[in-house]
């Protein structure tokens, strides 16, 4: 038997693609199956850029690159963050990375060892709990009120800092809930760090799938990036999941500790999505805008239908890809000899009755809920409510 290292054993597996994963094969078997568990963006990527990327392969940009990433591209990031968000960085604060996760992943190797603490807000990310285990620190979690639309007061949060608390990881707008963190909480949440010296790694990965609001990354607040990473990504912007590009910016010296974590492990990002990433990134932002909009029509949508259930309690999305409903109303009520007893029990109902996908909310560390994922087409979405009305009509009768 190979032995296998301790870190791995409480390792749990992404629920989200566990879930996308069942859909996936049983449409394979030609079941009729709504799959509204996916988190990425439905559209292709945009033609221009893969043409980038095509003159790129052509003029011979196949090769290793430095480990923090081409120059060209650390500059087009800069170019956006002053842009975008009113930040001026130097090349030095910025590393290019194999997308937002490993931004994350580097950081979080950087910064932590056994006994450390981070703080993640919940509903959280799946893969923040499990890459703070993976470094040997504890992830502790500080609930989210649903109430004042997944913000909180300062002294809830508070509550959990101990001096072991080394970074608190924010994700506005969220993924699960589509929630904008509260401005007067941001600002609260800066000065608690500020005085506790607490790591703030913002993850603005949905910074451009923000609808009614006017998006304000972390360090925008007070120019003071001493104790903020900020970290976004090409996945969702610009529909380049695949493609595994992202960056994060912040103070020079864990930018180096990450640039080292970096070289250990993937080498470099992808030469060829760098290249293509440039001009797509200081370009027209039109292809954003298009897609913003769609995903707006949808998110109107599907709020609009989910509002109008019974029992139903949900926040109106701000952005992201995701409505998060809270279904614990229909929990306790026998469904065919079968007790829905939680949100793994009420998504497994929707998948056996209805054969509708969607992930259960524990997986977020909030079992009241479920998410239903927008990032797919209307007809499919739809079809995925008008399931998921018959599905709740019928726990009612
Ligand atoms: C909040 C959040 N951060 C990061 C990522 C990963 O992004 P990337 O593809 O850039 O690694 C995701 C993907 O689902 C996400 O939801």
Known sequence: MIKTAKRLRNIIPSATTEMMIRARELKDQGVDVIDLTIGEPD????????????????????????????????????????????ITYSREEVIITAGAKQAVFNALMAILEEGDEVIVLAPYWVAYPEIIKLTGATPVFAPLDPGSGYSRTIEKIESFVTNETTAIVLNSPSNPTGALLADNFIRDLIE??????????????????????????????????????????????????????????????????MVQIQAQSTSCPNSIAQKASINTIIGDQSMVIEMREEYKKRRDFVYSELSEIPDISLHKPDGALFAFPDVSGYYGINQNGKTIDGSVDFAEFLMDQFKLFVVPGVAFGCDENIRISYATSMPVIREGIHRFKKALAQIRD
């Open 43 to 86: 559209f292709p990527t945009p033609d221009l850029i893969i043409e980038y990327a095509v003159t790129a392969m052509k003029e011979g940009f196949t090769k290793y690159t430095n480990f923090d990433g081409i120059p060209e591209l650390k500059d087009a990031v800069i170019t956006k963050f002053k842009r975008d968000n009113g």
């Open 192 to 257: 608690l760090c500020g005085n506790k010296n607490i790591l703030i790694i913002s993850d603005e990965t949905y910074e451009q799938i923000v609808f009614d609001k006017k998006y304000k990354s972390i360090a925008a607040y007070d120019g003071d990036i001493s104790n903020k990473l900020t970290i976004n990504s090409m996945s969702k912007t610009y529909s380049m999941t695949g493609w595994r590009l992202g960056y994060a910016a912040g103070p020079e010296q864990l930018i180096k500790k």
